[in-house]
DNA sequence: CTACGTTATACACGATTAAATATAACGCAG
DNA sequence: CTGCGTTATATTTAATCGTGTATAACGTAG
């Protein structure tokens, strides 16, 4: 007698992982979406690039591709950045990229509680 | 002296570019999203994941893994499937795949709407 | 029985993506 | 001047992803 064809490998479901991604893209690329504004939180935090890289357990290449990808897509920068001095450098959230990150967060936030009830509802067709 | 300012019409920005994206993760992977909903309605075009992924221009075999991924991350199958007869075979999406559909469909309707004026202000910050 | 088109699966290959490593420029501390 | 940590970039390496190809099982038509 042959098994389920589908084994479904057990997994409870966190209200987190059905939460809905807001993504704003751009031309190709995602100019704004829930790891970037992490990522400027972290420079926010940490006043450099490396240090939001470490923190957030990324390459520093990879966080920095992020932030260039960000002052591409906006008319302004996002994040601006020294090299040498006493710390070495570093990278601050500019106040354009504040916004930036206020805005994306409020409409995350809205978009999340307008569909609330129905996402909790589909969360319950779900494997649990 | 710049020359004249052209429009773009090229890459002008749509309205869908900047169009949020709802995505429904589940664990690791991406139990529903824009490209998992098209999939399943060429499916119901035409009948089968082999056609459905000739007809959207991808390989079978990523067809068949995103319907895979469907099913394992719902509590019921979203696709069935049939082979050997008349026509070799076929993909049928159930009753329960059109449900997913359209309560995902309805649920990004309402998310981007929700926050359309945001989004049209936030794509005056983007680069033109 | 044979042919057909599809599902389901496996494997090879290339493309894309991410990480790891290396290096130069920078500017201040010492 | 030298050392340090950072930015910015390039190069190499590894991992992931996607396609293409191949094959078996399947069930109906002919």
Redesign the pocket.
């Known amino acids: 007698m042959p098994g389920p ?1 589908h084994r479904r490998t057990a997994q409870r479901a966190r209200a987190s992982a059905l939460q809905p991604q807001l993504r704003i893209s751009f031309k190709k690329s995602i100019a704004m979406g829930p790891g970037k504004a992490d990522l400027l939180d972290a ?1 926010d935090a ?8 470490r923190k957030l ?6 966080a ?2 992020l ?2 990808t960000m002052n591409e897509c906006f008319k302004a920068a996002v ?1 601006e ?11 601050r959230v500019t106040d354009f990229g504040h916004d930036i990150v206020r805005r994306y967060r409020e409409m995350s936030r809205k978009a999340a509680a307008s569909v609330a009830r129905e996402m909790s509802e589909f969360a319950t067709l779900m494997v649990r």
């Open positions: 064809r420079i940490t006043g450099s690039i490396s240090a939001a890289a357990g990324m390459s520093y290449r990879r920095w591709l932030v260039d994040v950045t020294l090299t040498g001095g006493a710390q070495g450098g570093g990278a």
